[in-house]
């Protein structure tokens, strides 16, 4: 996901829940599960890495 992002020339903020466990529950409130890495652009959230839908919506930017 970095890479790809990276690659895009987005900017993006990194939250790592080793280091910062509260935000697990904001992980489950943003997405409904724990699984990772969650992306949100814009108003929509993204589970996993999907390129189609991380490239439409940074298009739809």
């Not at 996901?1 to 409130?29: N, T, W």
Request: zero cysteines.
């Amino acid at each position: 996901m970095k890479k790809f992002l990276a690659d895009q020339g987005v900017q993006y903020k990194e939250i790592d829940l080793a280091a910062d466990p509260a935000k697990v529950s904001e992980l489950v409130e943003v997405s409904g599960q724990l699984g990772v890495p969650v992306t949100v652009i814009g108003n929509e959230v993204i589970i996993g890495f999907d390129r189609g839908r991380l490239e439409s919506a940074l298009a739809a930017l």
